[in-house]
Nanobody, 127 residues
Framework: QVQLDESGGGLVQAGGSLRLSCAAS????????MGWFRQAPGKEREFVAA????????FYADSVKGRFTISRDNAKNTVYLQMNNLKPEDTAVYYC????????????????????WGQGTQVTVSS
């Protein structure tokens, strides 16, 4: 069993930055794929970013490319999401997700493929 604990959400003005953290515990982080998803009120959960175990390949939703960066510190069992140039449409609850590493790149984008989830952290961007 893996427990995921997100932090770093908050209220920020448009154009500002936030860094989300997701700390994993409960079992080895070894060879885990990590992802970030978000859900805005009245909308379905959507993919934001994902990272392979090695960090060599990262995946981003088109809406956040160039603004968000996913990274991880395997020694600390922690994954991060640096969010820059935030926009009001980025407002959502952000969720961290984990699963044993995928071997198909398309698998990273689908929330149904992740077995472990955090409780979510609210990000609100004011205009």
């Amino acid at each position: 069993q893996v427990q995921l604990d997100e932090s770093g959400g908050g209220l920020v003005q448009a154009g500002g930055s936030l860094r989300l953290s997701c700390a994993a515990s409960g079992r080895s982080f070894y060879r885990f794929a990590m992802g970030w998803f978000r859900q805005a009120p009245g909308k379905e959960r959507e993919f934001v970013a994902a990272d392979t175990w090695s960090g060599e390949t990262r995946f981003y939703a088109d809406s956040v490319k160039g603004r968000f960066t996913i990274s991880r510190d395997n020694a600390k069992n922690t994954v991060y999401l640096q969010m820059n140039n935030l926009k009001p449409e980025d407002t959502a609850v952000y969720y961290c997700a984990a699963n044993s590493e995928f071997y198909s790149s398309t698998t990273y984008y689908n929330s149904n493929n992740y077995a472990y989830w955090g409780q979510g952290t609210q990000v609100t961007v004011s205009s």
